[in-house]
């Protein structure tokens, strides 16, 4: 894949994956939004990680994370997030079946067509240990959204 397409790739996957937030709703976006930034934030973490540890690998120049793990945490991951978190929140078995579909889907097939169309490999990891590095953190995800409602409960003086 050409560094002029990568870069057109990296713009349309943000772009589209902002367009379906207005979809949720303001009130959605704001009961969702703390937790799936938060997640954010730790998956930024270990991406640093994960790219010292050479677990994957971007085929193109720039090797920034700017260029390479930036625009999926900030389009699909955030967006993916609070959609999951809107259909299934109350619900925590659907919430980790729909996260573990989700999960294999990005793990499997499209790992595959990425290595395939020259966008990134898994170098240390294999697929199944790419997997599990995403899926771990539903329950995070599920956690501080769980956490976030009891404080703001707490404050408005209702019981969960």
Known sequence: MTIKIQRFFNIAMILLSWLTIPRLGIDNIRRFFPASMLILFVETIFAK?????????????????????????????????????????????????LNGIGNAM????????????RYYTLVRFNHSQFFVYFFYKAFFLYGFQYLFEKMINQKNGNIL
């Open 49 to 97: 990680i994960g790219k010292k540890q050479r677990w994957w690998v971007f085929y193109n120049k720039p090797k920034s994370f700017l260029f390479g793990e930036f625009p999926y945490q900030i389009g699909p991951f955030l967006a993916i997030s609070m959609w999951f978190l809107k259909w299934t929140y109350g619900n925590f078995k659907w919430f980790i079946l």
């Open 106 to 117: 990005f793990a499997y097939p499209y790992s595959y067509l990425a290595r395939k169309f």
